[in-house]
């Protein structure tokens, strides 16, 4: 190209106005890189959204058995692909083996509901005792049982009517019923999906995050980078630990009371503790039962014992356990649990004491700051427990091998 078609060019006008000379941007390079960036992550996120759950329980899985796979891929010889299909293999089985007891324990439920309703049907069913002897509501009850129960063929006519009725609801219920159950299984497929490249690559991608934390946050992040994984890890254990404990403690006093299936209920029990209110909705109804059932004395016992256990692992045991490094109090543990749940359900369990636990770390370090700031001192960190712990204990990285 000649000189006379370089300027020629350098005069063609552009598609968006003409040239003009270089100038002063209006905003700095640095900061508009950065909001390039913000806007990126937003719409990342954005798109990207219906993944976010999958992931987001992924990461807390990892961070939570992350020392125990440290040690399977010392096994192994340090072969991460190895490793982390064994660690899926392993968590499947641990949740297929659950899941496939509760289908079949609700399998023969409903079949011996199913034959009860038959012979009630064809026979008719006395009323129960313990519905007789309720107070105030007892004989109101013995009368409905027997109308729609007690006589041969009224169970079957109000079943027609019911669903002759109200066949459109229930259809769209079974329909909700199935798309929740797929999208369910297509959530938990994710989850072992992202959870693999979790394990696979989680020491490359932790050095990563380590590079851009040092950047962005050089004074803290050495701090929070030893605080965030140990934080995590401790509240899904914690959290399990408690559930655990509580589903045998609470299951051995309803073997004591008398209560029929108790490992059953027991199992439930500890499923609706990891519930904000679960589990004393558990043994409240089954003292409620005892209760109806004329065993006044085990109706009460079972009642006392059960709020005296709660007292004590609300008041001592959880906030020791759940938070981990950072000791969180009982109010923010409540509220973390509360919040994570209404946000973003089951998973909210574990992922909102993690952001209380975080918060509480921040707002420490702010006030220790601003003592420091008053005595002249300086030297920002993250506070675990009021008080940082010593050089010499210090708390382990999650990326360190």
């Known amino acids: 190209m000649g000189v006379f078609d370089r300027q020629k060019a350098n005069h063609e006008p552009r598609w968006l106005g003409s040239s003009s000379p270089t100038r002063t941007p209006l905003i700095p390079s640095i900061s508009a890189a950065r909001w390039l960036l913000v806007l990126i992550v937003a719409a990342g996120v954005y798109f990207f959204y219906g993944f976010l759950v999958p992931v987001l329980a992924a990461l807390v899985i990892g961070f939570a058995s992350w020392p125990l796979y440290r040690k399977l891929l010392a096994r192994v010889g340090g072969n991460t692909t190895i490793a982390a299909t064994i660690a899926i293999i392993m968590i499947i089985t641990f949740l297929v083996i659950p899941i496939g ?13 199913v034959a009860w309703a038959i012979h009630a049907n064809r026979t008719g069913a006395p009323t129960p005792n313990w519905i007789v002897v309720l107070p105030l509501a007892g004989s109101y009850l013995d009368e409905v049982w027997t109308k729609y129960i007690g006589s041969p063929g009224a169970l ?11 066949i459109g609801n229930i259809y769209r219920a079974v329909l909700a019923a199935g798309g929740g159950a797929f999208h369910l299984l297509l959530t938990l497929l994710f989850m072992l999906i992202a959870l693999f490249f979790v394990y696979r690559d989680g020491f490359s991608f932790s050095k990563q995050i380590d590079m851009l934390g040092e950047r962005i946050l050089p004074n803290r992040w050495e701090r929070i980078s030893r605080v965030v994984p140990a934080t995590i890890s401790s509240t899904v254990m914690g959290m399990t630990l408690i559930a655990i404990g509580e589903g045998i403690v609470l299951g051995l006093a309803y073997w004591i009371a008398g209560v029929p299936s108790p490992v059953t209920l027991g199992v439930l029990t500890g499923v609706m503790a990891l519930i904000p209110g679960g589990a004393p909705l558990s043994f409240t109804l089954v003292s409620i039962y005892l209760l109806a059932s004329g065993s006044h004395v085990a109706g009460i016992g079972l009642f006392v014992w059960g709020t005296v256990e709660l007292f004590i692992v609300d008041k001592t045991l959880r906030p020791k356990l759940v938070g981990g490094p950072i000791k969180l109090p009982f109010l923010p543990t409540f509220f973390g649990l509360v919040g994570g749940v209404k946000t973003m359900g089951f998973l909210g369990l574990f992922i909102g004491p993690v952001l209380m636990a975080l918060i509480v770390a921040i707002w420490r370090e702010w006030i220790h700051e601003a003592r420091n700031a008053e005595k002249g001192e300086t030297g920002p960190q993250i506070l675990i427990d009021e008080q940082a712990p010593s050089p010499s204990k210090p708390i382990p990285r999650i990326a360190e091998g």
Do not use: K
């Open 156 to 166: 079957g006519e109000v079943i027609q009517a019911v669903s002759g009725a109200n």
């Open 101 to 113: 007891l509760a289908v079949a324990y609700t399998t023969g439920e409903v079949r011996t509901w």
